[in-house]
Every structure is written in structure tokens, then in C-alpha cells.
T-cell receptor, first 116, second 116 residues
């Protein structure tokens, strides 16, 4: 069971370039989320999805797009990379809402992104 | 992990000793709390959770204590091992509608180092 898989593990972009961070889970989880983690700050939610075809914005959505065409995949797109988007990005999934029925959120290993 | 930097509180504990990691939460309406462990280069991993109607919960070698009066949470790790070296952070979920886990708020974390 692979869990949550993120690719690539590392990426360097130039300002203005676009790219897609991939996230896939094989646990048949409905809920998926993207977070960014910056030094001295807690994880911050970028976008989330509660099922295929349903997405919504989190705390810091500007500059990012998502889509959820399948239950398994939840890609994060950077439209025009900026140095402020240098961060570590984590994808997470859970069967349902946390605090209900013992749902646990599983995280991928992260993508370390540098924007020059 | 490498994604949290120099401003993290740190705690060093001799192998075999017990450790206590503290977390102050801000929202008095929070009613569900989670502790995560993040090893270097990896994503966060669920350790233990507790609901606001409890003041203590025990797992394998870990105990979480909740003091709602002072909005304080602690994680106790018994008989620490080298593999316990990691960043630990708490997260809270306020009561009420939490459609897609979007209300989950993370703390910045404490770096625990186990001295052999």
C-alpha cells in the first residue's frame, strides 16, 4: 500500500514558469488537501477537495489552481511561479472529516520547491 | 524536518528518559486536537488525538494531556528512543462545520532530539 505519493520530490523553477505538483493516493480517500510549510510557520492550507469534481480554497490559494477529476489524483498547479512560492508542499488525504469516526489524515513525503 | 527552521523551540532528552512537549492553542472553541510527528525529509505522521471532553488519552508510549482552562496541550513520550527524534506539532479543529478539514490549524512545532 503506497499511501500518498507526491512527485517530484524536488523542483527548481524560474520566476514566471508554471508547473504541476502531482499527488496520488491509493486508499480510496474522498478528502484531499494541499498544504505549504514555511520556516517558523505551521502548515497552511492551499486548496482542498471532498470528492471528485469538488474543490475549494483554503487559507492561501492565490497563485495556485487545483482540479479533482478522479478520486485518486489531486494535482496542484502553479500558474506563474514567484519567489514567495518557495516552500515545501504537502499533499494529504483522509477517508472523511477529521474528528469524525476516527478519520486520520495521511501525508505525502512532500515536494521541495525553489523559485529563483 | 528541514522545512521548519531556526525559530523552532528545541528539546533535548537523554535516550530512555521521558519527554514532555507542550502546545498552547488559541481557539477556546476548539474541540478536537491532534499531535503529529515529522521526521526530517518526511511528511507529518499522526501520533495521537484527543477530544475536548477528555483530559487525558494514552497510546503506545505516548500520552496526551489537555487543559482547557489554560488552553494547553502536552505530549508525553515515555522511554524515548533515537527514532523519536523529530519535529512534533499539535493541530486543532474548532467545533462546528468542518466541511473539508479546512478548519484544521497547525502549530509551528518543537524539535525533539534524543541524545544516545
Amino acid at each position: 500500500n503506497a499511501g500518498v505519493t507526491q512527485t517530484p520530490k524536488f523542483q527548481v523553477l524560474k520566476t514566471g514558469q508554471s508547473m504541476t505538483l502531482q499527488c496520488a493516493q491509493d486508499m480510496n480517500h474522498e478528502y484531499m488537501s494541499w498544504y505549504r510549510q514555511d520556516p517558523g510557520m505551521g502548515l497552511r492550507l492551499i486548496h482542498y477537495s471532498v470528492g471528485a469534481g469538488i474543490t475549494d480554497q483554503g487559507e492561501v490559494p492565490n497563485g495556485y489552481n487545483v482540479s479533482r477529476s478522479t478520486t485518486e489524483d489531486f494535482p496542484l498547479r502553479l500558474l506563474s511561479a514567484a519567489p514567495s512560492q518557495t516552500s515545501v508542499y504537502f499533499c494529504a488525504s483522509s477517508y472523511g472529516p477529521l474528528a469524525l469516526a476516527k478519520n486520520i489524515q495521511y501525508f505525502g513525503a512532500g515536494t521541495r520547491l525553489s523559485v529563483l | 524536518g528541514e522545512s521548519v527552521g531556526l525559530h523552532l523551540p528545541t528539546l533535548s532528552v537523554q535516550e530512555g528518559d521521558n519527554s514532555i512537549i507542550n502546545c498552547a492553542y488559541s481557539n477556546s472553541a476548539s474541540d478536537y486536537f491532534i499531535w503529529y510527528k515529522q521526521e526530517s525529509g518526511k511528511g507529518p505522521q499522526f501520533i495521537i488525538d484527543i477530544r475536548s471532553n477528555m483530559d487525558k488519552r494514552q497510546g503506545q508510549r505516548v500520552t496526551v494531556l489537555l487543559n482547557k482552562t489554560v488552553k494547553h496541550l502536552s505530549l508525553q513520550i515515555a522511554a524515548t528512543q533515537p527514532g523519536d527524534s523529530a519535529v512534533y506539532f499539535c493541530a486543532e479543529v474548532p467545533s462546528g462545520f468542518n466541511f473539508g478539514n479546512e478548519k484544521l490549524t497547525f502549530g509551528t512545532g518543537t524539535r525533539l532530539t534524543i541524545i544516545p
